[in-house]
């Protein structure tokens, strides 16, 4: 008898039909002979709606009641898988975080998993019933609530599949699997069958929100296969485990995010120790860094070299805390001037055959620019490379790089081919 471990996001709970639907899912799962455990997501547009209604309240609300909040979503949600199940004729029993239990640390709002106690669901599903999880949400040492960071429910389903040793964990959701870019975005986009946990955690990491980043890590980190499927077809949907598609490509998918700012301080100081100083003091503030540019500028005395431009980019939603830290040490560090930019996007080609394959970079740059694209700032690594453009050339950058690199339906033999 398998252990099926099932998440479905928020689309996929989004009306009491849709919730029937998936609650039809498991009972399928379940009477196919497995072993069910449902994670489910808050209603669509609910957990947004929560914390539209604390920052009516006040501009920054205090983080534990943030989370106390924003958890009731999954609370609701959870409650209504089990009646429907139930409704269904089956037996259903719902856990919250804090009942299963999830421990997870302090950080309010991007707590992360340390143990999981699955005695509970154990008992449950030993006792044949159908488990239903609220995902999204646990429970710190001290008893209070925490969540996980936006879309944690996938991280919830992998981290109790990994404790329950699930033979399979599907994350059932809008789109019918992972595609080689936003299908929303890029009509060409093409599913792709089976993708490597190390592909897939770049492209989470680079935006692609299908799958939550630490669901991936921990996939990977405990071997769980995840099956990403489609709540609304019976499409076959894309395997994420150790190997990826045999058949090599340069670049497997191209992500997009326009969750990160810009910030620029201009003219600081050129001399060891400044730019130390610049992020050991956003570091103290907890705000994660992403790519980082530092070049010469010109003095204005005419020195070359004595004064730099620092350009880093960062989460929005820290840009708050962040402009606090960087007003103040622009000051110290002598910066003339100091830019924030939230109008950009980071365009990503991400794929494991860039390890062996040079030219990869130049030919993205030279797509960007044939169509008149500027970049901001380039990062890369060995097996991905992101360019920051202005937001408004979102769709056109896309669609672009996953044309230029032939993701879109062309036969598999034909894609991607040398540089
Ligand atoms: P859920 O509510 O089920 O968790 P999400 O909205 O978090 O669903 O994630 C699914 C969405 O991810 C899709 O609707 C799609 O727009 C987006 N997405 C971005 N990149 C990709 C990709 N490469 N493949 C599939 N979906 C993607
Ligand atoms: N409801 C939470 C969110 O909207 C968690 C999730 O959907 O995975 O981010
Ligand atoms: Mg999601």
């Known amino acids: 008898m398998a252990l099926v471990v099932q998440k479905f996001g ?14 039809a899912r498991t009972i399928a799962a379940h009477t196919e002979g497995n072993r069910v455990v449902v994670i489910v997501s808050a209603m669509s547009g609910e957990t947004d709606r929560l914390l539209r209604l604390a920052r009516e309240v006040t501009a920054v609300p ?18 209504l898988m089990a009646i429907a199940i139930q409704a269904q004729g089956m037996r259903a029993r719902s856990f919250l975080g804090h009942q299963m239990k999830v421990l997870t640390d302090s950080a309010f709002t991007k707590a992360r998993i ?16 159908i488990v239903v999880v609220a995902g999204f949400q646990g429970v710190d ?26 033979d399979v964990c ?22 792709i069958d089976r993708i490597s946990y190390e592909e897939m955690l770049e492209l989470a990491s680079l935006g692609a929100k299908v ?15 995840v099956h990403v499927r489609s709540s609304f077809s019976s499409s076959s949907g894309t395997l994420v485990t150790h190997e990826g598609d045999l058949e090599q490509v340069v670049v497997t998918g191209v992500a997009y995010d326009k969750g990160e700012a810009r910030v620029m301080l201009v003219g600081v100081r050129d001399q060891p120790g400044v730019v130390a100083e610049i992020f050991t003091a956003l570091a103290a503030k907890s705000v994660s860094v992403d790519m980082i540019i530092q070049n010469v500028s010109v003095d204005p005395t005419g020195a070359k070299g004595a004064h730099t431009d620092v350009t880093f980019t960062v989460a929005k939603s820290d840009l708050a805390r962040v402009r606090d ?33 040079a030219g990869v970079a130049a030919k993205m740059f030279s797509i960007l620019a044939e169509h008149g694209i500027n970049i901001q700032a380039i990062s890369t690594s060995e097996i991905k490379i992101s360019c920051l453009v202005a937001t408004k050339y979102t769709e056109l950058a ?22």
């Open 398 to 419: 896309v669609r672009a790089l996953h044309e230029g690199f032939q993701l879109g339906n062309a036969p598999a033999d034909e894609r991607t081919p040398a540089i």
């Open 62 to 79: 205090d983080a534990r009641e943030m989370d106390a909040l924003a958890a009731t979503g999954e609370q609701v949600a959870s409650a």
């Open 325 to 357: 830290v960087i007003d103040e040490i622009g000051r110290k560090v002598g910066a003339v001037d100091v830019r924030y930019d939230e109008d950009i996007v980071k365009v990503s080609v991400v794929g494991l055959g860039m390890r062996s394959h």
């Open 114 to 129: 340390k143990a999981i106690d699955a005695s509970r669901v154990q008992l449950a599903l030993e006792e044949g019933e």
């Open 141 to 166: 040492e001290h008893g209070n609530i925490t969540t996980l960071g936006r879309g944690g429910s996938d991280t919830s389903a992998v981290a109790i599949a990994a404790a329950l040793d699930a």
């Open 211 to 225: 799958l939550q980043i630490r669901s991936v890590e921990m996939a990977m980190k405990y071997g769980v296969p």
């Open 170 to 191: 599907e994350i059932f959701t809008d789109v019918d699997g992972v595609y080689t870019t936003d299908p929303n975005i890029c009509p060409s986009a093409k599913k």
């Open 10 to 23: 928020g689309t996929s709970m989004g009306t009491i039909d849709r919730i029937k639907n998936a609650a």
